[in-house]
């Protein structure tokens, strides 16, 4: 009878009911083995005893301060945030779709899926080494908010059987993915496999879906063969993962699935890639092979450059492209190369991506063109080798490569070297020098701003890729003549006769005009290099230069100044979910805001990637620097517009002020800072203000 109690209490109730229920079968059991009532009593004692359970959990769960038991992987899943923080108890059976003893976090997880859908659970590191994929598990736990969704946590995991992945999964978009629809669930991708990467213990694939982009991971199996898969077609079964920010908004989603079990192969990928037939490089995108490129094309040339670890760019009979590689194999200029890769396309230009190459023998270099910048922005040179002159005019300090700015004609352009080649040559290239640039002409095309002409859009700059200093020729150094040595020589040319008088004058204007050039060249060259070329706002050098000017006026007229620290939170996910255009958008947006939330009179300055310092001078009130830091917290909370995108951004903000007497221009940078960190450690989203407290940053 005992057995009989307890087998009619499990499953239904919460814990407490079946240790209530339990107690009281027991205590009526004792009862009639140690008296003397007739066994059909007892019977009949006991029935009704049993009869109660069901009214007894009916009456518990609707008492105040009681929560039901979830035991539906759909009913945990769609609770509300606020229910899922009651922490509901849960108790589930499924099957484990994936598992990860160590998610990084300090806590493993997996995913278990039941006949109502799936749920993420989350359990203590360690509780549990090895999990078979496949696995039938009993699972208890308490509901929790998540990241994004309700999830199940503390969970107790106890494998009660064995099964097989479970049929029936969705197929989904990355459009449907992102939108947020199956957050969680048992979903089906396909589509062509671009690159393998390992990511510590776990493996991504890049997958190119019929909308775009998609990464799918997986725990990686040692023993497995992940990179065979690359330019297969597949289809893979898993949960979809949301990658949401510190607000707990969405922001992007990926796929991880169980191991090389989920992926069904639906087109084997070439045994050998460099067998595939050669294309000519002109034949991309083109009506008659666009079909070709959905898988990964063999392209054939002549090497016009290279930069390890980052581009080949190739040439054959009919053009040239660049490819983007990771190999650090290193070739030479005329070497004939093998390339394999996947189309694609950056600012209209025909790229390669995730590409792989090998040497196919020695050809004959490619000559150079000479042509004018005019000839340039026609596009029809692009990815070729070109030579081209030009002015110099300043060098883009902004970036981390030898960037060259030059002026020919009305047009300006950039040459650059990466800072691996870049030898002590390039210090002696001065402003003014006339330079032959020699190098892979890089159109840079905007199809917002770009034009049409006759039906083909024409490019908005370009860029010179160079491939050593050799590449540069100084064709005339800057010209000797300046206003002072003109004078000079109109002193001697006056005592030497007044017949050259009119020689003198007319040689006089046409340096002072020369003059008014290189004094033009030389302040766009000082605005550039004062002020970040992707948001215009003041680089860190003229930040210093005010804050040390800043001090000095508080000191004189006895008033107070303040620094703001703003740093864009999660920056870095914006950028690796949606790319570098994405981010530059968001920079450059919030640049804007923050110029429309300060005064006039301040100085908004970039000092980083995602890292902005705002100088409030004259400061008199303390308060007025707080309620602008309110207003930028609150006006960067809005939503950036990116296409057809919203992306969710925020700001930490650290606050620091002081009075004359007290001002320190770099003590006031770390104190700001150090408030910075604290708020970012409080939740980010919101500003904080210096106290001498604070560690330091």
């Known amino acids: 009878m005992e057995k009989e109690c307890k087998e009619r209490g499990v499953g239904d109730t919460t814990r407490m009911h079946w240790e209530i229920h339990t107690t009281i079968c027991l205590l009526f059991v004792r009862l009639c083995r140690l008296s003397l009532v007739s066994a059909l009593f007892c019977s009949v004692l006991l029935s009704i005893v049993l009869k109660g359970p069901a009214a007894m959990a009916q009456s518990l769960q609707g008492a105040p301060g009681v929560l039901r038991t979830i035991t539906t992987a759909r009913e945990a899943h769609s609770l509300t945030s606020d229910e899922a923080k009651r922490a509901y108890p849960i108790h589930l059976q ?172 639906i087109e084997a990928a070439p045994g050998d890639p460099f067998q595939l037939p050669t294309l000519p490089i002109d034949s991309l995108f083109r009506w008659d092979h666009m079909s070709a490129i959905r898988h990964r094309v063999h392209l054939r040339g002549v090497v016009t450059m290279q930069w390890p670890g980052a581009s080949l760019c190739i040439h054959d009979a009919s053009g040239g492209i660049c490819a983007q590689t990771f190999q650090d194999a290193r070739l030479a200029v005329g070497d004939v190369a093998d390339v394999v890769g996947f189309a694609g396309s950056e600012n209209s230009t025909a790229v390669l991506t995730n590409a792989v190459f090998k040497r196919a023998g020695t050809g004959v270099p490619v000559t150079a063109q000479p042509i004018t910048a005019e000839e340039a922005l026609l596009g029809k040179f692009n990815s070729e080798p070109i030579q081209i002159e030009g002015q110099l005019i300043g060098r883009d300090l902004a970036s981390a490569d030898t960037t060259l700015m030059l002026t020919s004609g009305k047009f300006i352009f950039t040459a650059v070297l990466p800072r691996a080649l870049t030898g002590p040559e390039t210090d002696g290239w001065r402003n003014g020098s006339v330079l032959r640039i020699t190098g892979i002409c890089s159109a840079q095309f905007d199809p917002q701003l770009s034009v049409l002409k006759d039906g083909m859009a024409v490019t908005k ?173 609150k006006n960067l909370a809005a939503p950036i517009s990116f296409g057809e995108l919203s992306l969710p951004v925020s700001v930490s903000v650290g606050l620091c002020t002081a009075l004359a007497g007290e001002l320190d221009a770099e003590l006031l940078m770390k104190s700001a800072d150090a408030a910075l960190y604290q708020a970012k450690d409080n939740g980010r989203n919101r500003f904080q203000v210096f106290a001498a407290e604070m560690p330091p940053a």
């Not at 040595?485 to 004058?505: G, K, Q, R």
């Open 94 to 265: 499924g099957v484990v779709t994936y598992f990860d003893a160590d998610t990084g976090s300090g806590n493993g997880a997996l995913y278990i899926h039941d006949s109502s859908g799936c749920i993420f659970v989350k359990f203590a590191p360690g509780s549990i080494k090895l999990l078979p994929i496949g696995s039938i598990v009993e699972v208890s736990g308490v509901s929790d908010p998540g990241g994004f969704a309700p999830i199940v946590d503390r969970a107790k995991v106890q494998v009660i059987g064995h099964s097989t992945l479970p049929a029936g999964a969705v197929p989904v978009s990355r459009t449907q993915l992102f939108a947020g629809e199956y957050e969680g669930q048992w979903i089906e991708v396909e589509g062509v496999v671009h690159s393998v990467s390992d990511q510590g213990h776990l493996v991504t694939l890049e997958l190119e879906v019929t909308d775009g982009l998609l990464f799918v991971t997986a725990v990686r199996d040692p023993d497995a063969d992940y990179s065979s898969l690359v330019d297969a077609r597949v289809r893979i079964h898993g949960n979809e993962a949301p990658l949401y920010n510190s607000n707990n908004q969405m922001i992007g989603a990926r796929v991880i699935f169980s191991n090389l079990s989920a992926i069904q192969v």
């Open 461 to 633: 700059s370009f860029r010179v890729l160079m491939r050593s200093p050799a590449d540069v020729a100084v064709i005339q150094k800057p010209s000797w003549w300046t206003a002072s040595h003109a004078l000079m020589l109109l002193t001697v040319a006056l005592a030497i006769t007044l017949a050259v008088l009119f020689w003198v004058v007319d040689l006089r204007r046409r340096v002072e005009l020369q003059a008014d050039l290189l004094r033009a060249s030389e302040g766009r060259f000082r605005h550039m290099a004062h002020h970040d070329a992707l948001t215009g706002l003041a680089t860190r050098q003229l930040l210093q230069d005010r804050l040390g000017m800043a001090v000095e006026t508080a000191n004189r007229h006895k008033t107070g100044l303040a620094l703001l620290m703003v740093d864009l939170d999660k920056f870095k996910e914006i950028n690796d979910t949606f790319g570098h255009h994405a981010g530059d958008e968001v920079l450059r947006v919030t640049a804007d805001r923050l110029l429309t939330a300060v005064r006039k009179a301040d100085t908004v300055a970039r000092i980083g990637g995602d890292e902005f310092v705002i100088l409030l001078a004259d400061l008199r009130d303390p308060h007025v620097a707080e309620r602008i830091a309110a207003n930028i917290v």
